[in-house]
Structures are given as C-alpha cells and as structure tokens.
C-alpha cells in the first residue's frame, strides 16, 4: 500500500513546504521503503490524504518537539512545532521526518514488536513499542542540505547474526541498542499473562483449524 499524505504549514514561519516534501520523499523512496516495505506519496495541503503531517508553531506537550497520534482525529496525524524545534536548536525537518517515519510505520499508534528472544527470558514476554526513531532520534544526516532523521530498521527488533545494520546509518551495534540520548518504550508481560487465544465457545467443534496463526 502507498499511503497518500499531506503536508500543511500552520505556522507563522514562510517555509518552503515543495523543498521540505520533496527532501522527504527522497529519503521515503531512496532509503525508508526499500528498507520496511511501506510507501507514501507526500503532497501539499489536500483534503484527501490518508495522513496529516503538519507544521506548527509551538508545542502542546512539555518537551515535546513533535508527536504523531490517531486516537481523538479522523486519521493519522503529525504534528511538528516549528518554533519549539528552532529554540531547542534542532532542526525542524528532522523532526519531521522522525513523525513522519514514525507515522507510516505504526499510523494507529497500537503496534507493538515481540522483542523477547533478544530481552525477555523465560519468565517474561518484552513487547516494543514500534517507534522507529526514538532510539536514534539525537542522530541525524543531510539529503539536498535539508537534515532528516535516522531509523532502525526491522533487525533492530530482533537478535541477528552480525552483518545486519539496526538504523540506517549504522550507528548502532545491537538490536534494542540507543543511541546518545535515545529511547524506547516497551510493556513486559510475566508469565501467565502472555500469548492467549480467543474463540467462538458456541461453535462445534472442528478436528482441525485452518491456521494455528
């Protein structure tokens, strides 16, 4: 699937949004989707997108320059705060790139990543958040001379033989490794409260099933 996403200014700030779309659709079609499989086209102010990504002037979240959420809109939407980016000394189209990225990748803010064989243990199952900039989110690099963000890619969430990069620019050693002020949020379940099945009780039963999974 290629999403459709819209890029809109509400900031104060005279940006040049065809410059800023079209550094984030490189780094969309040249690096992110070869890598996760997920395509988006990005154009300017329409009413029919799949997404939202949208500029802003200053932040509504302490200590947040930028926030990508569903619940509470009518689709997937991103928010980047302009202002908020320039006073902390960080560049605002990374910060764009790191929700837009962030966005594709888990648009219902619901996903989670089964990381247990690289973290868990016996006991415990360890569920990642699959955000796919936090960890890296101090680390970025230029495309046109506009600065976007680093990612993980899917290694990341799983212990790999050697070989494999965890982000795209290589930064990192291990899967589940942070960067320089990088972070990522996970849920660990105990044992007995792990993997389960739902199903229909009322239904005959059937000597087989179709798919155990």
Same mark, same amino acid.
């Given at each position: 699937?290629?999403?459709?996403?819209?890029?809109?200014?509400?900031?104060?700030?005279?940006?040049?949004?065809?410059?800023?779309?079209?550094?984030?659709?490189?780094?969309?079609?040249?690096?992110?989707?070869?890598?996760?499989?997920?395509?988006?086209?990005?154009?300017?102010?329409?009413?029919?997108?799949?997404?939202?990504?949208?500029?802003?002037? &200053?932040?509504? !979240?302490?200590?947040?320059?930028?926030?990508?959420?569903?619940? /509470?809109?009518?689709?997937? $939407?991103? *928010? +980047? %705060?302009?202002?908020?980016?320039?006073?902390?000394?960080?560049?605002?189209?990374?910060?764009?790139?790191?929700?837009?990225?962030?966005?594709?990748? &888990?648009?219902? !803010?619901?996903?989670?990543?089964?990381?247990?064989?690289?973290? /868990?243990?016996?006991?415990? $199952?360890? *569920? +990642? %958040?699959?955000?796919?900039?936090?960890?890296?989110?101090?680390?970025?690099?230029?495309?046109?001379?506009?600065?976007?963000?680093?990612?993980?890619?899917?290694?990341?969430?799983?212990?790999?033989?050697?070989?494999?990069?965890?982000?795209?620019?290589?930064?990192? $050693?291990?899967?589940?490794?942070?960067?320089?002020?990088?972070?990522?949020?996970?849920?660990?379940?105990?044992?007995?409260?792990?993997?389960?099945?739902?199903?229909?009780?009322?239904?005959?039963?059937?000597?087989?099933?179709?798919?155990?999974?």
């Amino acid at each position: 699937m290629v999403y459709k996403v819209n890029l809109v200014n509400e900031s104060s700030f005279n940006i040049d949004l065809q410059q800023l779309a079209s550094v984030l659709q490189k780094q969309l079609d040249e690096h992110y989707t070869p890598i996760w499989g997920i395509g988006a086209e990005i154009e300017l102010e329409v009413s029919d997108s799949d997404m939202d990504l949208i500029l802003k002037d &200053n932040t509504d !979240v302490v200590g947040a320059l930028g926030y990508h959420v569903y619940e /509470g809109y009518a689709k997937p $939407t991103a *928010f +980047v %705060f302009v202002k908020t980016s320039m006073d902390d000394g960080f560049p605002y189209s990374a910060v764009a790139s790191h929700e837009l990225l962030e966005m594709l990748t &888990n648009p219902f !803010v619901n996903l989670f990543v089964d990381a247990s064989a690289n973290d /868990g243990g016996i006991f415990l $199952t360890k *569920f +990642v %958040f699959r955000e796919i900039c936090d960890a890296v989110e101090e680390y970025t690099y230029q495309i046109d001379n506009t600065w976007v963000s680093d990612f993980v890619t899917p290694y990341w969430f799983y212990e790999t033989e050697s070989g494999n990069k965890y982000d795209y620019l290589g930064k990192l $050693t291990s899967s589940l490794a942070i960067g320089q002020g990088g972070y990522y949020s996970y849920y660990m379940c105990y044992i007995g409260s792990g993997y389960q099945e739902y199903y229909d009780k009322k239904a005959k039963p059937r000597p087989h099933r179709i798919c155990k999974h």
